[in-house]
């Protein structure tokens, strides 16, 4: 089985600062994209960000200057780091992972559980 388990989400005053951490177990041969979404109440799922091990590969222009994505290969683990927080920001935020659990099979899309930021005014 495949496990992405998140932390870091909470309440903090518009201007703020929250990081999320996202971490993949379980059985993984190729950790491919790793990324962030998220859902504001009555909203779409929206994309925040993603990346691959080398390389950023998107990033919504509403956050763009004010969140940054990165990653720890060797820990399967991928980071949001939120600043400059506003409470349009408010949402579920949900790790994203694509991963390849054998040499023979193709990657399959796995999601967390989710974890609520909220940011207040």
């Known amino acids: 089985q495949v496990q992405l388990v998140e932390s870091g989400g909470g309440l903090v005053q518009a201007g703020g600062s929250l990081r999320l951490s996202c971490a993949a177990s379980?059985?993984?041969?190729?950790?491919?994209?790793m990324g962030w979404y998220r859902q504001a109440p009555g909203k779409q799922r929206e994309l925040v960000a993603t990346i691959t091990s080398s390389r950023i590969t998107d990033v919504a222009d509403s956050v763009k200057g004010r969140f940054t994505i990165f990653r720890d290969n060797a820990k399967n683990t991928v980071y949001l780091q939120m600043n400059s927080l506003k409470p349009e920001d408010t949402a579920v935020y949900y790790c994203?992972?694509?991963?390849?659990?054998?040499?023979?099979?193709?990657?399959?899309?796995?999601w967390g559980q989710g974890t609520q930021v909220t940011v207040s005014s």
């Open positions: 994203y992972a694509n991963i390849q659990r054998s040499r023979w099979s193709g990657g399959l899309d796995y």
């Open positions: 379980g059985r993984l041969f190729v950790v491919n994209t």
